[in-house]
């Protein structure tokens, strides 16, 4: 394939088709139900309810709490102090501003969220409460101050390519449904194929962009949950769709530098699509799919431009010595943390126990060390564990074996690493935020 840069594919282009797909979704003060301790809205007696700092603490069973501290570095906490028990798991967690908003996915069932609000740093965060989304999602963001939820490769009567975007406010009042809006996907970048999209980034014109991962369909239509990525026939080539909130499309970018933009693991897609301080957005593959002849690497779309910048490659694993990643996130600058694969040939299931900072603009990197031994690391085996970048510091959640649960503070110029606050009965810190 020759290389495909700054295609714009636009309106008329496409079939485009908006369902009224119905999503019961409810979200108040709903904390009757899910009160931990005995006590009306979910506080544990005696609970350290102070700070700006959130944390998901899972405790051997798979049961999770939302526990809050004035510090990740000094005071270690209890599991047993926290201010609520969720009423299921496992959550993966985002921040804007004073809120955290959960989301579980619970397979054929509705997807479960829960949100949370810091009103007073001495005071334990507002549960503002449950909100339920009954179509799966496989990625999730906000554009401007709406939460999003996604999902690909939706059945509806003999369609199978159907992407839906759920569009969710977000206030006091809750988490509430705004709007449902989907689109079929066949050939949005041709040869037929099916689209499955990973990851949100706000393009802060009422736009978005978000990969795309091109596959042939994945189900006939007898499966209700439909699928997401099936057999990859171009599995080198990279694809960035630039939609607005209705879902039209306004660009199509490919290029044959690096593969598919989508971390997986087992079905589930992990965002590889970020901007960095500077406005530019990286757009980075691991190279996961096992027929791409491609190696791990990233592109950019620089701030202001309508495709991929044409002098920019970064052949991110030949800078890390042949090793893959599964997961990235943005830290400060150009600079983002990568989650290395065990293995040099990973698989769907494969471990990813240690890391390194990548310097985008330097094309460079440096090791994080001072971590337990890789093979001592009980954590990094899921999609949880999720760090969190703040005053400049990354902080990754460790379990060593043997151990608790506790956050490891990372310079990352150096990348050397400090232990933090353990928290005492978890078995994981699923995720860590600052809530402001």
Not at 60 to 80: P, R
Not at 103 to 108: G, I
Request: charged content about 20%; overall charge negative; glycine content about 10%.
């Amino acid at each position: 394939m020759k290389a495909l840069l700054s295609k714009g594919l636009y309106g008329g282009a496409f079939v485009l088709l908006s369902l009224s797909l119905p999503l019961f979704t409810a979200c108040s003060s709903d904390d009757s139900a899910e009160s931990t301790n005995g006590e009306s809205g979910g506080i544990a007696t005696g609970a350290a309810t102070s700070g700006h700092f959130f944390l998901d603490a899972a405790a051997d069973d798979g049961t999770e709490y939302i526990l809050q501290n004035t510090s990740v570095t000094d005071g270690d906490l209890n599991i047993s102090s926290n201010i609520k028990e969720l009423p299921t798991s496992p959550y993966t967690w985002v921040f804007k501003d004073s809120y955290a908003v959960g989301v579980s996915y619970q397979q054929q069932y509705a997807g479960l969220g829960y949100c949370v609000k810091l009103t007073d740093e001495t005071k334990p965060f507002e549960q503002i409460g449950q909100f339920q989304v009954n179509d799966r999602f496989t990625t999730y963001g906000f554009i401007d101050d709406m939460f999003v939820t996604s999902v690909s490769g939706q059945t509806r009567g003999d369609r199978t390519d159907i992407a839906i975007f759920d569009f969710w406010s977000l206030d006091d009042s809750g988490v509430k449904l705004l709007r449902s809006k989907s689109r079929y996907t066949t050939d949005i970048a041709g040869e037929g194929q099916q689209a499955t999209f990973s990851g949100i980034v706000d393009n802060g014109d009422g736009a978005f962009l978000t990969a795309m991962i091109k596959s042939d369909h994945k189900d006939d239509g007898s499966n209700a949950q439909g699928g997401s990525i099936g057999t990859v026939k171009y599995p080198d080539s990279c694809w960035v769709v630039k939609m607005d909130t209705a879902l039209n499309i306004k660009a199509v970018y490919g290029d044959d530098r690096i593969s598919y933009a989508c971390g997986q693991f087992r079905s589930q897609t992990l965002n590889s699509i970020y901007k960095a301080d500077d406005g530019n957005v990286y757009v980075f593959s691991n190279s996961y799919e096992s027929t791409s002849t491609l190696p791990a690497g990233a592109l950019r779309i620089k701030k202001g431009a309508d495709g991929f910048d044409k002098d920019y490659y970064f052949n991110i694993q030949s800078e890390l010595g042949g090793y893959k990643f599964r997961r990235v996130w943005p830290i400060t600058g150009s600079k983002f943390l990568l989650e290395l694969y065990d293995d040099k040939t990973p698989t769907s299931t494969g471990a990813a126990r240690h890391y390194a900072v990548i310097d985008m603009e330097t094309k460079s990197h440096v090791d994080v060390t001072g971590l337990p031994d890789k093979l001592n690391i009980t954590s990094g085996q899921t999609t949880g564990d999720v760090p969190m970048v703040y005053d400049g510091k990354i902080f990754i959640p460790i379990t060593q074996r043997g151990g608790y649960a506790a956050l490891y503070n990372v310079d990352p110029n150096t990348g050397v690493a400090t232990k933090g606050i353990t928290v005492t009965g978890a078995a994981t810190i699923r995720s860590v935020g600052y809530l402001k």
